[in-house]
């Protein structure tokens, strides 16, 4: 049984931080390219962060970078994601996502984490 589970949301002040972890089972986590997307009300889901299947390589949205840095622990079978500096328009259900990198119709998403920044 495939699952991606996310933790690590909740609610922070503006300028704060919180690390999403992103468990993965039920695949082979080291053949799959790990991303982090968001989704605001009102807003389309939204790509955040991606990293490739052995890490060596991550992509931003330009609105993340230099904000939010994502890594992958392959060991653990989980991907991260490390938000600094947030800000209230972070606010959104953040979902983590898993590709595979050669059988691409091998595509999971989580259930998402509610990151609320507010005062």
């Known amino acids: 049984q495939v699952q991606l589970v996310e933790s690590g949301g909740g609610l922070v002040q503006p300028g704060g931080s919180l690390r999403l972890s992103c468990a993965a089972s039920?695949?082979?986590?080291?053949?799959?390219?790990m991303s982090w997307y968001r989704q605001a009300p009102g807003k389309e889901r939204e790509l955040v962060a991606a990293?490739?299947?052995?890490?060596?390589?991550?992509n931003y949205a330009d609105s993340m970078k230099g904000r939010f840095t994502i890594s992958r622990d392959n060991a653990k079978n989980t991907v991260y994601l490390q938000m600094n500096s947030l800000k209230p328009e972070d606010t959104a259900a953040y979902y983590c996502?898993?590709?595979?990198?050669?059988?691409?119709?091998?595509?999971?998403w989580g259930q998402g984490t509610q990151v609320t920044v507010s005062s």
């Open positions: 990293i490739t299947s052995a890490g060596g390589s991550t």
């Open positions: 996502n898993a590709v595979h990198d050669i059988l691409v119709y091998r595509n999971y």
């Open positions: 039920g695949f082979t986590f080291s053949s799959y390219a």
